[in-house]
């Protein structure tokens, strides 16, 4: 069951224009002060969720009806006010310069007059939230797929034409039973309602294949079986146990767990999801992931980004379809030794962790893509990567390399690299004659993309 959080939204004066960044201008400037800011996933509640989706909405409705995915990171100090707003819109269709102007412009005042209390140091809270373009009075016209108001779904006549009902932030209790007039409807989002009991009948929905619950204090969750549904998003609900009937989703694929600060996993829940490709458990606070982990033998992406896992479990090797591994932001100081097993990993994400070393089987990742190694501990570069023949863009940053690793000019595909906070490069380091200056400008003339 959801819990009250502590933390209470209040207004202020903090961020301004100037402190607002795209992730491609972050990645163009120098930031240091990333440093100060903790990790701090436990900071994440319901509120913070909806108060910055309101915000989002505002400025985004004004420019499309469409969904957007929308990335933060915000940098909030002790006091509880924004020092800088990162954002970032993957795929968005809304031209970069508009974005732009949303972001640093009409939505400044609003994230100015955001504050957090109850902080006790600076931290970084980073989520990903959709937010919808809705417009706030219109009469449905018969051509619509998508409908977004109570009013919509109790007017419309042409019910075959519609894939989608977005009732989110609309304060509901219960789930509209006039749903049900809509049997072709793929998609079902209620984000950010007020949603303790939900039962859908699946069976009268028989295409079905989304549900979006997240950020609604769901106690008991009721689903009909179901060969359909594929999706479902269930990331801050007070979810402490997966609900039973996942069982009867047989097709159910991502799952979405998120944000659920008291969620237990144990070995018959991971029978209820067995077929899952995408599970996502981000901010669970998880000190421990269960070895049971093994029997999604289909998984492909594991998001365990922002919990307080020490270590992972070696069964963690079993999930020979994983393409991406997410785990930053914990307190890892190893990795499964046999980790090199998982041969079709692309993208591995351990950034923001203990890590001093990597098991010499990680060169037997040779489909690895991405490999984000930022705000370790490493002092030493780890030779194995050496082996790694296809690696497009690889993180160093903020460890303690006291010289400039000569073995990445033998990363022959490598084309972005990022060197920022080590040692090496500061005291005044001379970056016009010297070898670490030649090694750069060798990289560079290669064509590879450096960041220092």
């Not at 449905?140 to 034409?161: A, G, I």
């Not at 079986?225 to 997966?242: C, H």
């Not at 594991?302 to 393409?323: C, H």
Request: proline share 4%.
């Amino acid at each position: 069951m959801w819990k009250q959080t502590l933390y209470l939204l209040l207004l202020s004066s903090a961020v301004t224009a100037q402190t607002i960044y795209s992730k491609e201008e972050l990645a163009g400037t120098g930031h240091e002060w990333v440093n100060e800011y903790h990790p701090e996933g436990n900071v994440m509640s319901r509120e913070i969720f909806i108060s910055l989706g309101k915000i989002l909405g505002s400025g985004f409705r004004k420019h499309t009806r469409y969904a957007q995915k929308v990335g933060l990171d915000l940098y909030v100090n002790a006091a509880g006010k924004i020092d800088y707003l990162v954002y970032d819109l993957p795929g968005s269709n809304i031209p970069a310069d508009t974005i732009a102007r949303i972001m640093k412009s009409e939505l400044q005042p609003a994230f100015g007059s955001w504050e957090l209390k109850g902080l006790t140091k600076n931290v970084r809270i980073s989520l990903f939230m959709m937010t919808e373009g809705k417009p706030a009075d219109r009469r449905p016209k018969s051509n619509d797929t998508t409908l977004t108001t109570l009013e919509e779904l109790r007017q419309f006549v042409n019910t075959d034409r519609i894939s989608k009902i977005d009732l989110s932030l609309l304060e509901l209790t219960s789930v509209p039973e006039e749903i049900y007039r809509f049997k072709n409807i793929r998609t079902l989002v209620l984000h950010g309602n007020q949603l303790t009991d939900v039962r859908l009948d699946l069976k009268k929905l028989k295409r079905l294949d989304f549900v979006d619950l997240n950020h609604n204090p769901v106690q008991k969750l009721k689903l009909t079986r179901t060969k359909k549904l594929e999706n479902i998003n269930l990331q801050g609900t007070g979810m402490v146990r997966l609900p039973r009937s996942l069982k009867k989703i047989r097709a159910l694929k991502s799952v979405w767990l998120g944000l659920n600060r008291d969620l237990v996993l144990k070995r018959r829940d991971f029978r209820r999801i067995r077929n899952a490709r995408d599970l996502n458990l981000y901010a669970c606070s998880l000190s421990t992931l269960s070895p049971q982990i093994k029997r999604l033998k289909k998984l492909e992406v594991l998001d365990l980004y922002y919990n307080q896992l020490t270590e992972l479990p070696s069964t963690i090797v079993r999930l020979k379809n994983l393409t991406h591994l997410a785990a930053s932001n914990n307190k890892l100081e190893s990795l499964p030794d046999d980790l090199g097993s998982l041969r079709n990993l692309e993208f591995l994400y351990l950034h923001h962790n203990r890590l001093s070393r990597l098991p010499g089987t990680i060169a037997a990742l040779k489909r690895l893509k991405v490999l984000d190694l930022g705000y370790n501990w490493f002092y030493h570069y780890p030779d194995a990567l050496a082996g790694i023949e296809n690696l497009f863009e690889l993180d160093l940053s903020s460890n303690s390399f006291d010289k400039f690793p000569g073995q990445l000019l033998e990363l022959k595909n490598l084309d972005k690299l990022y060197l920022r906070g080590n040692p090496f490069l500061s005291n005044g380091s001379d970056t016009t004659d010297t070898e670490l200056a030649n090694s750069i400008r060798e990289l560079k003339t290669n064509n590879k993309e450096v960041f220092h």
